[in-house]
């Protein structure tokens, strides 16, 4: 039986008919007997290989054949920007099932966060810091909000390995799974690692030692696609803005910077050579961050200059 007839007869419906899809993509069609399965899984694949639908399909699956009710599944990512690109792609997938997503981050509004505290979307996107203040809110309990969480995935997940904010992630996923009182599966989403059994290891953390078993999940050789890496050492902003601005002409180009006075400094550097720029930090209003982001995804020509820490204050 291939991965595609395990899934939830709605789920096959629109996957055919809303999509388009004559078929799943190889990692998609792996992914979904070991996560309806419930086990551990880090999903690999380049960009754009269809991660995000290979964990959530097989979720929806589980959420709808064995009714899980409330909050059941976080959907994690490091960046804010990116869960506001995903959140209509993954709300849009729930509401084939009535089920729904959701995004709380810093930026979001009380208004909202009221609304998520009452209405508890089946998919929560957020962050480790997000989680973090939602289970210490005096306003909120986060029994109520938390506690019927079965899953979570966590997108990108090699922008945590490694840092503080990796070794927060796990902390907070062990604080859940002691909140929950249950052991939570655990799904990460990466580009392809040189290391993928250590990195499936880390996130597994406590589930490995309770016997849950793991898998690392990548499409076969004949249908992966090879990345072509090249380093360079910039030396200074005014050659890194050469570089960049030379680099994928007519495409949109995203460029991190270790400090909010670099992206400022990079951003205007890349003006003065006519690239279309725009800048990202958590020194900027939520609006204009929002503003910058929306810029970026509808030109096609140009370049966001962001801190690789967008997300590390509460909220």
């Keep these: 039986m291939s991965g595609f007839d395990a899934l939830h007869p709605v789920v096959q419906h629109h996957i055919v008919n809303s999509l388009g899809w004559p078929d799943l993509r190889p990692l998609q069609d792996a992914a979904v007997e070991p996560l309806i399965a419930g ?11 269809g991660k995000t639908e290979a964990a959530v399909f097989p979720m929806l699956t589980r959420m709808a054949t064995e009714t899980w009710s409330g909050t059941s599944v976080l959907y994690i990512c490091p960046l804010r920007a990116l869960l506001n690109n995903l959140e209509h792609r993954v709300d849009s997938y729930a509401k084939w099932l009535g089920r729904s997503a959701a995004v709380r981050h810093g930026d979001t509004a009380q208004s909202v966060r009221r609304r998520i505290a009452v209405e508890r979307p089946d998919i929560l996107m957020t962050t480790p810091e997000s989680i973090e203040a939602m289970l210490v809110s ?17 997108d990108e997940i090699h922008a945590f390995a490694g840092d503080d904010r990796g070794w927060h992630l796990l902390a907070v996923l062990e604080r859940l799974t002691h909140l929950t009182g249950r052991p939570l599966q655990r799904v990460g989403l990466s580009a392809t690692v040189g290391n993928a059994e250590d990195l499936l290891t880390w996130l597994q953390g406590s589930n490995r030692r309770s016997g849950l078993s793991g898998a690392v999940i990548s499409p076969p050789p004949e249908s992966a696609v090879e990345s072509d890496v090249a380093l360079d050492y910039v030396g200074s902003v005014d050659n890194a803005a050469k570089v960049v601005s030379l680099l ?46 929306t810029a970026f995804a509808e030109a096609r020509d140009c370049v966001i200059v962001a801190t690789s820490t967008l997300d590390v204050h509460p909220g």
């Excluded at 086990?39 to 290989?49: E, Q, W």
């Excluded at 306003?139 to 899953?151: E, H, I, K, N, Y």
């Design 248 to 293: 994928h002409r007519g495409e949109k180009r995203l460029v991190f910077a270790d400090s909010r006075r670099t992206v400022e400094q990079l951003g205007v550097r890349l003006g003065e050579l006519d690239v279309d720029t725009y800048v990202s930090h958590s020194s900027l209003s939520a609006s204009e961050r929002r503003r910058s982001e």
């Design 39 to 49: 086990k551990d899984a880090l999903l690999l694949a380049p960009t754009a290989g």
């Design 138 to 154: 005096s306003t909120l309990d986060p029994r109520v909000l938390l506690g019927g969480v079965r899953a979570v995935i966590v």
